[in-house]
């Protein structure tokens, strides 16, 4: 491929990218708000926590994505804004790698896989460290195939992104130890690589001291309440290869081609290290294939040089064409897409419309109490003091205490109930309902969309303070954000985009 012709190929897939970011510009994830209340706390200097003054949970899987925030906090700025850009940024810089470790027929195909799987976009604005941790593993992938191909690497970078993954989540570890091993083996003699590695192992062993001793537990909280189902990790496995099919044959295709078998082993086993965890345990809010888009651009680069490695033009590009085709269409029909194409205008108008009434209310600090099941925009909009009953950010819970008990025995001011039609359910995430709301007040019923409500209920002596916050917000937000539209479809959104 000719110089022009590689920054015409450039050009043109920057513009997709483009697009797909303001496709989705408007979504944004609850959990973020988790993270983000973690990063405000810590910038105010009350420590990573999600209770200020209350035991430390660390209700986030994400360390090194909450300390960038806490950064961006101090200075006063908005978190959800901080994080679509930096995972714009982070995006198109992973694109830029897949240009450049590819050739020919392989970097359109790596390209246009990557720009025209549309769960990139989603999982850039999502407000998460998912494009943030491909694009770093992707990096730690490429350093290793070059280190293979004999070119010279710094050997000081390996050792910081080992450090950086596994500081973005634990399971980062074992997704980065395969390209690890590949370029410690290879360069095992140099001193800078072995003092570096000694250091990034110092400093993550410091690391993991200091996050058990301060939140007491091995692992993040919402280990202990999202995995364990082995069942569903083996659905997952399976429905992630029919997603992902094409890239994972040609991956594995390496694995015969004289020359590029040890390339083809390196994707393999970073695949099987990436997705393992997920494989034994089932993984819960994986939207749009959240958790294997990890490995995506990984994929997309095995892919591209299996494409670059067919000899004939024809069969490359009949070959490309499948692949690329495959993956627009596998992310363009994802079954959750209705729901999260929708997701962002939603929760405006109902847990972030919420959280900013709580915010506003005449209500002692004191008394500034809530409980939620939806442990996100509500509490970090309003950061009053929550209990979130489904035990991400509650060790009691998560470690197995009855969430009805909990909540009676705190007595919070408000307390929501979810419910998928109107009215409640009578046990929700393992809170006896009726029990829980008895002496309550409801003062709203907000509409999120088809079958999903929020009721809000609040201790009679501050109901009229609540309501008298609540409603207006609620009202604005509900005539701002498709107002009279809660049905989950495509056509929505695109009307939504089109201004109808």
Known sequence: MTKAARIGLGLGLTVLFAFGAWLTWDFVIDDAFITFRYSEHLAEGLGPVWNVGGDAVEGFTNFAWMLWHALWSALGADLVLVAKVTSLVLGAITLVMLLRATEGAGSVV?????VLFLPTYFHANSGLETVAFAAVLLRLVIVAVRVIDEERVFDWEPPLLLLFLGMLRPEGLLAALPAFAVWFWYSRRMPVARWTTVIAA?????YFVWRWFYYGQLLPNTFYVKFGNLEAGAEWVVTTAILLAPLLLLSLALLVVAGLWFKGGLFCLTVVATWLPYALSGPTMDYLHRFAYHVFPVLCLGAGIAVAAIGQRLAATAVGAITVGW???AGATAPDLPLIANYGSDLQRAHVAIGRGLAEADVPEDARTL??????AIPYYSDWQSIDYIGLNDEAIAHGADPTEVVMDARPTVLMVTSYQPGIPDRKYGLNVPVAIAGYEQVGE???????????????????QVRAALAPKVEEAQRTHDPGRYDLTVDRWLDRLTGR
């Open 371 to 376: 409980a939620v099941s939806d442990a996100g």
């Open 327 to 329: 993956v627009a269409v």
């Open 202 to 206: 110092a400093v993550g062993a410091g």
């Open 446 to 464: 907000v509409r999120m969309r088809e079958e999903y409500w929020q009721n809000v209920y609040v201790l009679p002596q501050y109901a009229p």
């Open 110 to 114: 790596a390209g246009l896989a990557f």
